[in-house]
């Protein structure tokens, strides 16, 4: 069984800065494409940013310049820096993934439990 297991999240004050780490366990063959997801009171889920297994990313407009996605392959994590926070940041955050288990499977969705990042002074 595969799980996305999110750390990080918490309040902080405008202006500053969170590390979101997601970490893809169990019996996992291969990793794809990772990507963070948010969603904030009232509004729709919202795809935040995406890395792809050779370390191509891409951004929503509104968090280009203060959020930095990477991966680590060999751990099969993927983190999320956010910096220069501002009030309308604040979300559950999402880890979601593209995985294959092993040879014999194929390439599969998967999703975090989620993470609250709250910015609020």
């Known amino acids: 069984q595969v799980q996305l297991v999110e750390s990080g999240g918490g309040l902080v004050q405008p202006g500053g800065s969170l590390r979101l780490s997601c970490a893809a366990s169990?019996?996992?063959?291969?990793?794809?494409?990772m990507r963070w997801y948010r969603r904030a009171p009232g509004n729709q889920r919202e795809l935040v940013a995406t890395?792809?297994?050779?370390?191509?990313?891409n951004y929503v407009d509104s968090v280009k310049g203060r959020f930095t996605i990477s991966r680590d392959n060999a751990k099969n994590t993927v983190y999320l820096q956010m910096n220069s926070l501002k009030p309308e940041d604040t979300a559950v955050y999402y880890c979601?993934?593209?995985?294959?288990?092993?040879?014999?499977?194929?390439?599969?969705?998967?999703w975090g439990q989620g993470t609250q990042v709250t910015v609020s002074s």
């Open positions: 979601n993934a593209d995985l294959i288990r092993s040879l014999s499977d194929s390439l599969k969705n998967y």
């Open positions: 890395i792809g297994s050779a370390g191509n990313t």
């Open positions: 169990g019996s996992i063959f291969s990793v794809g494409i």
